[in-house]
């Protein structure tokens, strides 16, 4: 097993990634093409970054991949408000997936801290 697939804030992140796609999806069909991009790439930035970060061999180089990673958590809220906006969302989704963004948010702040403790 590789070291990120351990970490629950990977965990979390690659189920939400599942329905963020699943959004993009719904969005492409409705020829809103630009945004069925960005929803996905933005998803898959933080559950890369998390990977790609867990690989480094120094704390302070996986704190670096995770505020990548967290920024791209951002980065979803803003395109899903953008979604709710065009009706592509409603708006009980978009707080229910708000949700699930600020609790990934919070748990990457909060493992960053610890590795940078150490």
């Known amino acids: 097993m590789f070291r990120f697939e351990g970490?629950?804030?990977?965990r979390k992140a690659i189920d939400l990634?599942?329905?963020l796609f699943d959004i993009a999806d719904k969005s492409d069909k409705l020829k809103y093409y630009r945004f069925s991009e960005q929803l996905p790439a933005a998803a898959t930035s933080i559950t890369n970054n998390i990977a790609?970060?867990?690989?480094s061999n120094h704390n302070k180089e996986f704190s670096q991949f995770l505020n990548i990673s967290?920024?791209?958590?951002?980065?979803?809220?803003?395109i899903l408000i953008i979604y709710n906006r065009r009706?592509?969302?409603?708006l009980?989704?978009?707080?229910?997936?708000?949700?699930?963004?600020?609790?990934?948010?919070?748990?990457i702040s909060?493992?960053?801290?610890?590795?940078?403790?150490k």
Do not use: Y
């Not at 967290?70 to 803003?78: A, G, H």
């Not at 009980?92 to 748990?107: D, F, G, N, Q």
């Open 92 to 107: 009980a989704e978009l707080e229910e997936l708000k949700e699930e963004l600020l609790s990934i948010s919070k748990m």
């Open 52 to 55: 790609e970060g867990s690989a």
């Open 87 to 90: 009706g592509i969302i409603s």
């Open 7 to 10: 970490l629950d804030i990977w």
């Open 17 to 19: 990634s599942d329905r």
């Open 110 to 117: 909060a493992f960053r801290k610890t590795l940078l403790m």
């Open 70 to 78: 967290r920024r791209s958590v951002f980065e979803c809220v803003n």
